[in-house]
Antibody, heavy 121, light 108 residues
Framework: QVQLQQWGAGLLKPSETLSLTCTVY????????WSWIRQSPGKGLEWIGEINHSGSTNYNPSLKSRVTILVDTSENQFSLKLSSVTAADTAVYYC???????????????WGQGTLVTVSS | DIQMTQSPSSLSASIGDRVTITCRASQSISSYLNWYQQKPGKAPKVLIYVASNLQSGVPSRFSGSGSGTDFTLTISSLQPEDFATYYCQQSYSAPQVTFGQGTKLEIK
């Protein structure tokens, strides 16, 4: 059974860097893209970016200048860093596996449990 | 960006009702449309992938249809555990995907 478990700091001050990690259990890390998605009352569900086992990444253009996604295949982990956070970055952040096949034929399953990140001075 | 618009935003229904939720894309997305269910405090869970394919383990009362710009999620006979928020998500413009704003299904 594939499980994603995520953790990271839940309270940040403006201008700090958000850092979250997701560990993958029950499946080989290779062969998939691994994503970060966030959910806020104001913007709903928003795709942040993704990475595969070889470190190839894709980012949401609206966040690209502040986002870094890294992979550690030895630990079956991938991580998210979002710099210069503001109150607008307050959201529940999820990690998820991109499941399916080629290019557009995919969905997100499973998801991590979510981490509430609050940005406040 | 491809915009996804769901209707209605909220819906009240009774146990046993047939319910339909609509999702409209701002441009054609072929059949690259997924549906998720989210309960309070939990992550979204996929119900339907690529417009009409039922995810393993999802009850058969859930079904999806549509192509191009217009899609529907139907629950044939509402059960108590179905009261939740439902989201559509397009994967046509991969890798960047977009979600609908959600439809909250409440008990009448």
């Amino acid at each position: 059974q594939v499980q994603l478990q995520q953790w990271g700091a839940g309270l940040l001050k403006p201008s700090e860097t958000l850092s979250l990690t997701c560990t993958v259990y029950g499946v080989s890390f290779s062969g998939y893209y691994w994503s970060w998605i966030r959910q806020s009352p104001g913007k709903g569900l928003e795709w942040i970016g993704e990475i595969n086992h070889s470190g190839s990444t894709n980012y949401n253009p609206s966040l690209k200048s502040r986002v870094t996604i890294l992979v550690d295949t030895s630990e079956n982990q991938f991580s998210l860093k979002l710099s210069s956070v503001t109150a607008a970055d307050t959201a529940v952040y999820y990690c998820a596996r991109k499941t399916g096949g080629s290019s557009s034929f995919f969905w997100f399953d499973p998801w991590g449990q979510g981490t509430l990140v609050t940005v406040s001075s | 960006d491809i915009q996804m618009t769901q209707s209605p935003s909220s819906l009240s229904a009774s146990i046993g009702d047939r319910v339909t939720i609509t999702c409209r894309a701002s441009q054609s997305i072929s059949s690259y449309l997924n549906w998720y269910q989210q309960k309070p405090g939990k992550a979204p869970k996929v119900l339907i992938y690529v417009a009409s394919n039922l995810q393993s383990g999802v009850p058969s009362r859930f079904s999806g249809s549509g192509s191009g710009t217009d899609f529907t999620l139907t629950i044939s006979s509402l059960q108590p555990e179905d009261f939740a928020t439902y989201y559509c998500q397009q994967s046509y413009s991969a890798p960047q995907v977009t979600f609908g704003q959600g439809t909250k299904l409440e008990i009448k």
